[in-house]
Nanobody
Framework: HVQLVESGGGSVQAGGSLRLSCAAS????????MAWFRQAPGKEREGVAG????????YYADSVRGRFTISRDNAKKTLYLQMKSLEPEDTAMYYC????????????????????WGQGTQVTVS
């Protein structure tokens, strides 16, 4: 089976921090690309940050670059998103996703490239 479960969301004040986690029950986790996406009410789902197998490199949306850090622990099959300097504009449902496609640059955070999705965790910044 394939299952992605996010956790760590919540409500914080502007300028605060949160660390999201995604537990990935997926075969050969170390060989799949992973990413975080978010969707706010009335808006399209957008890519936040992506990471290649083995964490060789990462890719960030312009809106979060310098504030968010994506990482992965392949031994624990867990994906993380460390968020700092949070802004009200970061308020959204955050999803983790996995892809077995060959991705490059911005495609790493393109929703259409991902096969498996978690249920989401809400982040609210006020």
């Amino acid at each position: 089976h394939v299952q992605l479960v996010e956790s760590g969301g919540g409500s914080v004040q502007a300028g605060g921090s949160l660390r999201l986690s995604c537990a990935a029950s997926i075969p050969t986790y170390s060989s799949v690309s992973m990413a975080w996406f978010r969707q706010a009410p009335g808006k399209e789902r957008e890519g936040v940050a992506g990471i290649y197998p083995g964490a060789r490199s990462t890719y960030y949306a312009d809106s979060v670059r310098g504030r968010f850090t994506i990482s992965r622990d392949n031994a624990k099959k867990t994906l993380y998103l460390q968020m700092k300097s949070l802004e009200p504009e970061d308020t959204a449902m955050y999803y983790c996703a996995a892809s077995r496609n060959a991705l490059g640059s911005w495609l790493l955070i393109s929703p259409s490239q991902y096969n498996y999705w978690g249920q989401g965790t809400q982040v609210t910044v006020s």
